[in-house]
């Protein structure tokens, strides 16, 4: 089963607003990352926050994590048109070499 | 740096076929691994490849295998394809293997229709 539920699975709003999305994880972690997908495209990293951090910031992007809650939320500030896509939580799954997704949020962001 | 490149981009095969999927990871990468992604199931791992040996292995049937090559390149193989193996494959490359503060880089996918 997948390590990352997320929240809201599917999310639209204007250009300009903010989007927030949020991730739950079942296992301890060393570290959580977001990635962005565009339709039928690959996958490309967003930003890792570690274990030991509780906000990352890169850009228009902020990322929080809590690790007594087990969860991570993702904030896209000033959302343009070209934010539209989905966007995944994942974790390293301990030694196995993969890397467990969350189901995903899809973001519409109307011009 | 080139990217991971995977080809071919999109594929239709019929049942009882299979297929062989490409990827050339980023020139220095030697961990390359596979993930197949649905609309029902999501992204699940498939394996990893390093050094041109499978290092981890995701809960697929045998008909899924695959290889690297001594550049690091990988191909992944389905045997006697069903209507359930369409999806979008991707590959991921990363310098090394083991070392989980690293993210991935991945490829646009090939994306099999199986008819």
């Known amino acids: 089963s997948q390590q990352g539920e997320e929240d809201p699975q599917a999310l639209s709003i204007q250009e300009g607003e903010n989007a927030t999305m949020n991730c739950s994880y079942k296992?301890?972690?060393?570290?959580l990352q977001w990635y962005r997908q565009n339709s039928g495209r690959g996958l490309v990293h967003l930003i890792l926050?570690?274990?030991?951090?509780r906000e990352k910031h890169s850009g228009r992007l902020r990322v929080t994590l809590d690790t007594s809650k087990k969860s991570s939320s993702l904030l896209i500030t000033a959302s343009r048109a070209a934010d539209t896509a989905s966007y995944f939580c994942?974790?390293?799954?301990?030694?196995?070499?993969?890397?467990?997704f969350g189901q995903g949020t899809t973001l519409q962001v109307k011009p | 740096k080139a990217g991971v490149t995977q080809t071919p981009r999109y594929l239709i095969k019929t049942r009882g076929q299979q297929v062989t999927l490409s990827c050339s990871p980023i020139?220095?990468?030697?961990?390359v691994s596979w993930y197949q992604q649905t609309p029902g199931q999501g992204l699940q791992f498939l394996f990893e490849?390093?050094?041109?040996?499978?290092?981890n292995k995701g809960n697929f049937p045998g008909r899924f295998s695959g290889r690297q090559f001594s550049n690091s390149r990988s191909e992944m193989n389905v045997s006697t394809l069903e209507l359930g193996d369409s999806a979008l494959y991707l590959c991921?490359?990363?310098?090394?293997?083991?070392?989980?503060?690293?993210?991935?880089?991945f490829g646009s996918g090939t994306q099999l229709s199986v008819l």
């Open positions: 926050i570690r274990s030991n951090e």
């Open positions: 020139s220095g990468h030697r961990s």
């Open positions: 991921a490359s990363r310098p090394r293997q083991g070392a989980f503060s690293e993210k991935l880089f």
């Open positions: 994942a974790t390293w799954s301990g030694n196995t070499g993969k890397l467990i």
């Open positions: 490849y390093f050094s041109e040996t499978q290092r």
């Open positions: 296992t301890s972690i060393n570290n």
